[in-house]
Protein backbone atom coordinates (compact mmCIF):
# COMPACT_ATOMS: atom_id res chain seq x y z
CA UNK A 1 0.00 0.00 0.00
CA UNK A 2 1.16 3.52 -0.84
CA UNK A 3 0.80 6.78 0.36
CA UNK A 4 1.59 10.06 -1.20
CA UNK A 5 2.82 12.76 1.01
CA UNK A 6 3.46 16.11 -1.40
CA UNK A 7 5.05 14.69 -4.05
CA UNK A 8 7.26 12.06 -2.71
CA UNK A 9 5.96 8.42 -2.56
CA UNK A 10 6.34 6.66 0.69
CA UNK A 11 5.81 2.41 0.80
CA UNK A 12 4.54 1.31 3.58
CA UNK A 13 6.19 -1.99 5.07
CA UNK A 14 4.13 -5.25 5.78
CA UNK A 15 5.02 -7.79 7.98
CA UNK A 16 4.36 -11.05 6.47
CA UNK A 17 2.67 -13.33 8.97
CA UNK A 18 4.98 -16.36 10.32
CA UNK A 19 3.66 -19.05 9.05
CA UNK A 20 6.93 -21.67 8.71
CA UNK A 21 9.68 -22.64 11.43
CA UNK A 22 12.91 -23.99 11.50
CA UNK A 23 14.44 -27.08 13.49
CA UNK A 24 17.90 -28.08 13.58
CA UNK A 25 17.96 -31.54 14.85
CA UNK A 26 21.20 -33.63 15.55
CA UNK A 27 21.43 -37.78 16.41
CA UNK A 28 22.37 -38.38 19.43
CA UNK A 29 24.02 -41.57 20.23
CA UNK A 30 23.82 -43.65 23.34
CA UNK A 31 26.88 -42.25 25.74
CA UNK A 32 27.82 -46.05 25.63
CA UNK A 33 30.07 -45.08 22.82
CA UNK A 34 32.17 -42.76 24.74
CA UNK A 35 33.55 -45.66 27.15
CA UNK A 36 36.98 -46.58 27.39
CA UNK A 37 36.12 -50.66 25.88
CA UNK A 38 37.24 -52.50 22.68
CA UNK A 39 33.71 -52.65 21.91
CA UNK A 40 32.80 -49.05 22.06
CA UNK A 41 35.85 -48.03 19.84
CA UNK A 42 34.27 -49.75 17.42
CA UNK A 43 30.62 -48.59 17.37
CA UNK A 44 32.75 -45.05 17.44
CA UNK A 45 33.89 -45.65 14.47
CA UNK A 46 31.45 -47.46 12.25
CA UNK A 47 29.11 -44.26 14.02
CA UNK A 48 31.40 -41.50 12.57
CA UNK A 49 31.78 -43.15 8.97
CA UNK A 50 27.96 -43.48 8.04
CA UNK A 51 26.00 -41.00 6.34
CA UNK A 52 22.60 -40.38 7.47
CA UNK A 53 20.53 -39.04 4.10
CA UNK A 54 17.86 -37.76 3.14
CA UNK A 55 15.50 -40.92 3.26
CA UNK A 56 17.01 -42.18 6.17
CA UNK A 57 15.97 -38.88 8.18
CA UNK A 58 12.75 -38.69 6.14
CA UNK A 59 12.03 -42.32 7.74
CA UNK A 60 12.84 -41.41 11.35
CA UNK A 61 10.65 -38.11 11.42
CA UNK A 62 7.47 -40.09 9.62
CA UNK A 63 8.55 -42.65 12.13
CA UNK A 64 8.47 -40.41 15.34
CA UNK A 65 5.17 -38.98 14.56
CA UNK A 66 3.25 -42.08 13.82
CA UNK A 67 4.54 -43.49 17.23
CA UNK A 68 2.79 -40.60 19.34
CA UNK A 69 0.16 -39.27 16.94
CA UNK A 70 -0.65 -41.77 14.42
CA UNK A 71 -2.13 -41.64 11.16
CA UNK A 72 -3.00 -37.68 11.66
CA UNK A 73 1.05 -37.33 12.34
CA UNK A 74 2.34 -39.23 9.57
CA UNK A 75 0.31 -36.73 7.15
CA UNK A 76 2.10 -34.01 8.98
CA UNK A 77 4.06 -31.94 6.27
CA UNK A 78 7.35 -31.12 6.42
CA UNK A 79 10.40 -30.31 4.50
CA UNK A 80 14.62 -31.58 4.75
CA UNK A 81 16.02 -28.29 3.56
CA UNK A 82 19.72 -29.64 4.58
CA UNK A 83 21.73 -32.55 5.85
CA UNK A 84 24.93 -32.75 7.17
CA UNK A 85 27.14 -35.74 8.38
CA UNK A 86 30.47 -34.07 9.91
CA UNK A 87 32.38 -36.95 12.11
CA UNK A 88 29.94 -37.39 14.92
CA UNK A 89 27.66 -34.46 14.03
CA UNK A 90 24.92 -35.86 11.82
CA UNK A 91 22.29 -32.65 11.61
CA UNK A 92 19.80 -31.80 9.86
CA UNK A 93 17.59 -28.59 8.97
CA UNK A 94 13.99 -29.23 9.06
CA UNK A 95 10.92 -26.88 7.69
CA UNK A 96 7.74 -27.65 9.52
CA UNK A 97 4.74 -25.45 9.38
CA UNK A 98 4.26 -23.03 12.82
CA UNK A 99 0.85 -24.55 13.80
CA UNK A 100 2.97 -28.01 14.28
CA UNK A 101 5.88 -26.86 15.88
CA UNK A 102 4.35 -28.55 18.85
CA UNK A 103 3.51 -32.12 17.36
CA UNK A 104 6.73 -32.34 16.08
CA UNK A 105 8.77 -30.72 19.14
CA UNK A 106 6.75 -33.66 21.00
CA UNK A 107 7.29 -36.68 18.86
CA UNK A 108 10.82 -36.15 18.08
CA UNK A 109 12.11 -35.78 21.97
CA UNK A 110 10.35 -38.35 22.87
CA UNK A 111 11.36 -41.13 19.92
CA UNK A 112 14.77 -43.43 20.57
CA UNK A 113 15.58 -46.18 18.01
CA UNK A 114 18.37 -48.41 16.90
CA UNK A 115 20.83 -47.51 14.28
CA UNK A 116 20.89 -51.56 13.17
CA UNK A 117 17.55 -51.36 11.70
CA UNK A 118 18.96 -48.52 8.87
CA UNK A 119 22.71 -49.65 8.76
CA UNK A 120 23.91 -53.21 9.26
CA UNK A 121 26.61 -54.23 11.65
CA UNK A 122 25.72 -50.89 13.61
CA UNK A 123 23.76 -52.00 17.55
CA UNK A 124 23.36 -48.50 18.84
CA UNK A 125 20.80 -46.52 20.10
CA UNK A 126 20.00 -43.19 19.25
CA UNK A 127 17.47 -40.29 19.82
CA UNK A 128 16.97 -37.36 17.98
CA UNK A 129 17.44 -33.65 19.82
CA UNK A 130 16.46 -30.05 18.64
CA UNK A 131 19.60 -28.05 18.67
CA UNK A 132 17.30 -25.27 17.78
CA UNK A 133 14.10 -23.52 16.86
CA UNK A 134 13.75 -20.38 15.19
CA UNK A 135 10.75 -18.66 12.90
CA UNK A 136 13.49 -18.02 10.43
CA UNK A 137 15.76 -20.14 8.65
CA UNK A 138 18.70 -17.64 8.48
CA UNK A 139 18.54 -18.15 12.49
CA UNK A 140 19.18 -22.05 12.47
CA UNK A 141 21.92 -22.15 10.26
Request: glycine content about 4%; overall charge neutral; proline content about 2%.
Amino acid sequence: MLRRMGSDVIGEVTVKEKTWCYFKLIIHPDPIIFEESNNSKHLLARYDAIEIDVVTWRTLIIKSLSKLYGLIGEASPFEIIKTENQSLNKTMILKIQLQDKDKFNNSLMSYTFNLNEYYNDLDLNCNIRIVKTENYIGLVI
